[in-house]
């Protein structure tokens, strides 16, 4: 492919992109392109947001998901696409009128691609994996508006980078209309899907050098430029003022936060489906209120909570009609302390509410008063300015419990503040729990409306079943006697008593069992709880990698963000008060000695980072474990056990 781009460099890479788009365009049946064609013209009249790439990674989960409990694919698109929407929506000011439609034209096929494709069950692992990995990569800036038309490199690079995008989709598509039999040969190979994604890493890269390079040099020219001459000079130039008040918009966002409030969402999401919210009138009628109002989910420890409130963020991206009410949505984590502050929330909010609005000049200078983070009253001020009387907005939280009391006080009263301030229909999570039960007192919201999980929730008995599907299909659970896997759902699900947690653990257990004997064996002495289970996970896993397991889970509980596995492994390589550090003491296979931590911990296959499978396992190995002669540890030892090794590390040569 690369031969074959290198051969056409006689044409300017924006024709070469509008011949790309028109080969495709050539290759559709009659009914798809009417579709792609509406698509288009939707785009040009109104050019997709970021709740647009919300709302289609929202739809391909809802195609894709044969069952309550599937595989969730959706958020590896995420990242990718966001590049997608960043160049289709640079519009007709920025990028020119002909432009704009090969712009929009990207999107359109990319969007008719996804959708397409994820019907193909057997195909989607590894074109999502595809898109994920090349997501890591993709060129994600919000200044790429306001850099375009400086520089002609940016703009070849761009046209470069969505040619080979457009040539994967015509790629898949050319897939998608073959017959079952041709399917088989003709799926993207390995090399193949190397080769795509090193030729789009190529161009990311050679995108964000520009970039950065056309930064420094705005940021110069700012500086040396007066600015009085600036604005007489660009008052007549369209794009000036449009690439001026995209600036402007940017600054105002930025000033409420800079928090990523979409990795945490994506992480839960994953995990999997849902459909317990559309069967509770509580939710339905929560939905359709013209007034502020709150639904309370309450559920016991692992019973799906986030998972739950992950899915509503989904369904109502694409149940809510207009771009003119807004879904946000926030995460609290608790192995990210930056998370559990009440400022994070409300500021991510904010941002969140004021990134629909189109023109933010009118509070500009709100954010010009101070540099540092605006307090609640001045995200008030600023919210009740800039947006319109009857503005209308769902926020989502999930983990309010996670906070420690004080920021969680802080929280609930700003929230019903705003409440009462704007129409906004708050949907939070609360585990209930013995000492925190009072805590939940319906009049510290407003119109709050409390619904629990229940413990014989409909959606536990799916989850079993397509858990254990995916395993036998994966070969991760191989069992000899066919029926054995009827004993294993009647087990599952008679033990779960309402916790998908518990389920989840017990079936990576018993993947790892290697005779049905062992198995039955299994089930009729299945842990009770999770502390039991947590316990056994870890006597079993210790193995080999005994030496470090302590370490680990000392290390992950007391990190302020998540460790990458990079990290973790040059952490576990210090040996505190040495004063070299020596090289040969990093793992060769961090994985393997992960291992020696089960199926507790989990890595991000995005972002590679490492973290408990939930939090439960903190509280555990803080508090709750029975064997503490191996496992068990204080927060102090494990601080301290922190500040040994970067006192170390940072006094290597």
Same mark, same amino acid.
């Given at each position: ?126 074109v999502s994996a595809l898109f994920m990995n090349v997501g ?185 009609p207009s771009k003119n009410i807004a879904v946000a949505y ?94 906004? %229909?708050?949907? &939070? *999570?609360?585990?209930?729990? /013995?000492?925190?039960?009072? +805590? #939940?007192?319906? $009049?510290?919201? !407003? ?105 680990? %889970?000392?290390? &992950? *509980?007391?990190?302020?963000? /998540?460790?990458?596995?990079? +990290? #973790?492994?040059? $952490?576990?390589? !210090? ?19 992960l291992a020696s931590c089960g199926s507790l911990l989990v ?51």
């Amino acid at each position: 492919m690369s031969v074959i781009l290198s051969s056409a460099s006689r044409l300017k890479p924006e024709i070469r992109l509008g011949q790309a788009i028109s080969e495709f365009e050539a290759d559709l049946s009659d009914e798809q392109k009417t579709s792609f064609r509406t698509y288009r013209s939707q785009s040009l009249n109104s050019p997709p947001d970021l709740s647009d790439v919300m709302r289609l990674t929202a739809e391909i989960d809802r195609r894709a998901s044969g069952k309550v409990g599937g595989r969730c694919f959706g958020p590896r698109f995420t990242n990718f696409l966001q590049i997608v929407q960043q160049f289709a929506a640079l519009g007709d000011v920025v990028v020119g009128g002909s432009q704009n439609m090969i712009a929009c034209g990207v999107w359109s096929l990319v969007r008719m691609s996804l959708l397409t494709i994820v019907n193909y069950s057997s195909y989607i692992e590894r074109v999502s994996a595809l898109f994920m990995n090349v997501g890591r990569s993709a060129p994600r800036y919000q200044t790429i508006s306001l850099l375009y038309s400086r520089s002609r490199n940016l703009q070849s690079h761009l046209s470069e980078y969505f040619i080979i995008v457009v040539s994967l989709c015509h790629q898949l598509l050319k897939f998608t209309q073959k017959s079952v039999f041709r399917q088989v040969a003709s799926t993207l190979s390995d090399s193949e899907i190397k080769t795509f994604q090193s030729d789009l890493d190529v161009y990311a890269n050679a995108i964000k050098e520009e970039m950065n390079l056309q930064m420094a040099q705005k940021i110069e020219e700012e500086a040396r430029e007066n600015s009085r001459f600036r604005a007489l000079s660009s008052k007549y130039s369209k794009a000036a003022l449009h690439q001026q008040k995209l600036a402007t918009n940017l600054r105002v966002l930025k000033f409420c936060s800079k928090y990523d409030h979409e990795m945490a969402w994506k992480q839960t999401r994953k995990v999997g489906n849902t459909t317990l919210f559309s069967q509770v009138a509580a939710y339905q009628e929560w939905k359709i209120q013209a007034e502020s109002c709150t639904l309370v989910y309450t559920g016991k420890l692992g019973s799906g909570k986030s998972v739950l409130l992950a899915n509503i963020v989904d369904d109502l991206h694409i149940s809510v009609p207009s771009k003119n009410i807004a879904v946000a949505y926030f995460f609290c984590r608790h192995d990210n302390s930056e998370s559990l502050k009440g400022q994070t929330v409300i500021g991510s909010l904010a941002r969140q509410l004021l990134r629909t609005m189109p023109d933010l000049a009118m509070v500009a200078e709100l954010c010009d008063e101070t540099n540092s983070s605006p307090d609640f009253d001045e995200i008030l001020e600023l919210l009740c300015r800039a947006l319109p009387p009857n503005y209308k907005a769902y926020f989502v939280l999930d983990g309010l419990d996670e906070c420690v009391q004080s920021e969680r006080d802080i929280l609930v009263q700003q929230l019903k503040k705003l409440q009462e301030t704007l129409t906004l %229909l708050l949907c &939070v *999570s609360f585990r209930l729990e /013995p000492n925190n039960a009072l +805590e #939940l007192d319906p $009049a510290r919201f !407003v119109a709050a409306r409390i619904t629990s999980i229940p413990d014989d929730n409909p959606d536990i008995e799916a989850f079993i079943e397509a858990e254990l599907a995916y395993c036998l299909e994966s070969r991760k659970l191989v069992i000899g006697d066919p029926t054995l896997i009827l004993e294993i759902q009647d087990a599952l699900l008679e033990g779960s008593k309402g916790m998908f947690l518990w389920v989840a653990l017990q079936i990576q257990s018993l993947c790892a069992m290697e005779t049905d004997q062992s198995i039955r064996d299994a089930l009729v002495d299945l842990p009770k709880d999770l502390s039991e289970t947590f316990s056994r996970i870890l006597r079993r896993s210790e193995g080999s990698g005994r030496p470090y397991q302590r370490r680990i %889970l000392q290390l &992950v *509980s007391v990190a302020y963000q /998540p460790l990458t596995r990079d +990290e #973790l492994r040059e $952490a576990l390589s !210090v040996v505190p008060g040495d004063t070299v550090w020596n090289p040969s003491r990093l793992l060769n296979d961090v994985y393997s000695t992960l291992a020696s931590c089960g199926s507790l911990l989990v890595v991000d296959e995005e972002d590679s980072t490492i973290r408990f499978v939930h939090h439960s396992v903190k509280q555990f190995l803080l508090g709750e474990s029975q064997d503490s002669s191996s496992t068990a540890f204080t927060i102090d030892s494990a601080q301290w056990a922190m500040a040994d090794i970067i006192s170390t590390y940072l006094s290597y040569g």
